[in-house]
């Protein structure tokens, strides 16, 4: 089908300018017939002859509500007997063409009558007399009169044909979207006349009324026609655009005998086509299906489709079926069921526009279970009526347990047997994730990596993308494949038809990416830190080793006195318990490292010939952290050494204390001394200030008439 080269700008213009023209023509026949000022409906009782005048106003004022109008007639002239079926909303109503036929006629007689300037109306009172009321008709129906089911279906024929015009300007050369333009374009086709005589106050001419009916047959007729066109040529064609000529081929001449009531009766003549266009659209649609296979794309445009065509039916049925066979619903007036078709019609169109087309294939699912449960609903209900013969309120009652005890466990079923392929654990998520970074091997990291989106998305294929090829997750060729970029030290991947190719990548999808790629973000770098630690502590262990027990076992290797031989034996197994202490990370006694300290000091003072004075304390259960300990004993010593080489002193006082959380021990000599306030200091000295504020201590030197006193302070609690 060739299309005018029109910009999208002007296709809008000129589809506003035709539909403002359409609702302009139809407010115009809505308003042209003679108005009463009357509200009607049909009698209570079955065969009852007349209407019921719900309200008056305007020129019937007077006229008291809840009678029942038994004729209108002319003043001095002939009258019209008023039947049920003069009320009725659509034609269609009627099987036989000579029954429309004469319904036509009886409406042409009423407006003869009512346009006259004065009319009788003879009025009822529930089993009393008849009376009678003179009226003057207004020559036209306000605005103010037209009910709002009227601007509904007006509005909903209005936005069916806006939302085929925005599809068909944005890609006016698709033969699908062509077949949904001209079925959206007879949602106003059919809307718009039965939105003139379904709101009819009485009666409008019997000539318009069929124009009308005719009308509304036709838009229907070309809405099943675009329908069928679709599903033909989308999301695959099954056949050349050309052969889709052969539906108005067949369609259009049917109209036709209908129209002019060549047909047998209207079961054949305007009821049989519209649902044999839809059995050709299931048809169709059963063998793109079949087609589309090995397309998850098409098949997830298939299922949105199926379940708006479903959606849009299923609730038109049980609207209809639910008012007029069950009793179950308010009656819902013909007109606002056309919004269910715009429902529909809405739908097909984010199909053919593919918008996030993956995320409606998931919500056609949530859409599908609905619909289905108030299907089951209403056919439980009418079961229920049917064979146990209750009451309507007893009965939906009981639907309503027994849909709550079978059907919504076999959806849950259901939901998690069609679903559960795109849910994911979280814990196992986390876990997955913890065995890809920590895998010692590279290469086992890589494959761990690959084995995790396998088994998060089931892609058939998995294929190493290039670095530079995308910087964020992104969700490319409609769902059909997923590039992931690279993290850390994880390679960029790119996965395509996810799910074995039964379904189509989405947006939660992508999300969820992003949330595993954070996650391993995140555990590569504590990783890293961790790699870090385990180097620096294996450093520290290799420095102590070297620097203490090394060197003291080399000093024993050299030493010629049996003595000091076992006393730097026993340092070199001090420093050695210590390292262990703090590598286990056991907290020892407060009271074992000050014993062993003391023991090892006063054997080393007793060789230089200095008198120590170290009382023995208990601090009961008191504990000091590793690292805390060592850097202890490592200071001790070194003070102890520099009393030794250099103070020249003959006595080493040691007074320890616990105060609150903070362990403090005081060293003071009778030697020599220092200036502490010296401008520069050794590295002895320095190495005493870096081991106390390692681990959050002090120390403090003061000169003393004879000597030098040190006082450290460390935290017990570390």
Known sequence: MKVPALSPGRWLLVGAVGCLLAAVLTVFAATRAPWLGLTLAPPSTEGEAGVRIVSARGPSAEVPAGTTLVSVAVEGGPSVELERTDLIEEPDYFDRYADMARFFHRQSELVEVLRHPRVVLAL?????????????????????????????????????????????????????????????????????????????????????????????????????????GIFVVFPAPLARPRALWLLPAVFIPWFVLDATWLARDQSWGSRAPIVLELLLAVAFAVVQWRRARSDPRARASLRWFGVCVLTGAGLFVVSVVGTSLLGMFPPIPQGYSFGFFLLMHVGLALGLRQTRLFELDELAYVVLFWVVGALALVGLDAALLLLLDTNRLLSSALALFVLGLAYLPVRSWVWSRALSRRTVDEERLFRSVLDVVFAAIPEDRVRRYRELFDALFSPLEIEPAGEGEVREVAVTDGGLRMIVPAVSSLPALRLAFPWRGRGLFGERHAKLTVLLLELAEHAENARSAFDRGVREERARVARDLHDDVGAALTTALYHEDPDEIRQTVRLAIGEMRSMVDQLTGSRPRLSDILGNLRHETTQRLAAARIAPKWPLLDFGDATMHPAVARNFTSMVREIVSNVVRHAGASTLTVEVRRDGEEFVATLTDDGSGFDVDAPGEGNGLRNLRRRAKDVGGTIRFARRDLGTEVTIALPLDV
Request: hydrophobic fraction near 55%; avoid cysteine.
């Open 124 to 228: 009822r009172y529930d089993g009393g007399p008849t009376e009678s009321f003179v009226v003057e008709p207004a020559a036209r129906r306000p605005l103010s009169a037209l009910p709002g089911v009227f601007w509904f279906q007006l509005s909903a024929g209005s936005i069916g044909f806006f939302v085929s015009l925005w599809v068909f300007v944005l890609r006016p050369r698709v033969v699908g979207v062509q077949m949904f333009a001209l079925a959206g374009a007879m949602i106003l086709g059919f809307t718009a006349p039965a939105a003139i005589y379904s709101t009819r106050e009485l009666a409008i001419d019997g000539g318009l009324f069929r124009l009308l009916s005719s009308m509304n047959h036709l838009g229907a007729n070309v809405f099943g026609i675009g329908l069928v």
